[in-house]
């Protein structure tokens, strides 16, 4: 389970589907991934300036 859709850290692990789901209803906004899935990590907001 993933809190702040997806983009937080990792709050809860199980293989536990069933549970997981459950825990996270007591996040709001968290993310339960499949098993084996790696969190996304937030892309940044704005790039950073290039100098040629």
Avoid: C, H, Q, W
């Avoid at 209803?25 to 499949?34: A, M, Q, T």
């Amino acid at each position: 389970m993933i809190l702040n859709d997806g983009n937080g850290r990792v709050a809860f692990t199980s293989s536990n589907k069933p549970l997981a789901d459950s825990v996270s209803r007591s996040y709001p906004g968290s993310v339960v991934l499949p098993r084996g899935a790696a969190p996304t990590e937030a892309a940044p907001t704005e790039a950073a300036p290039t100098e040629a």
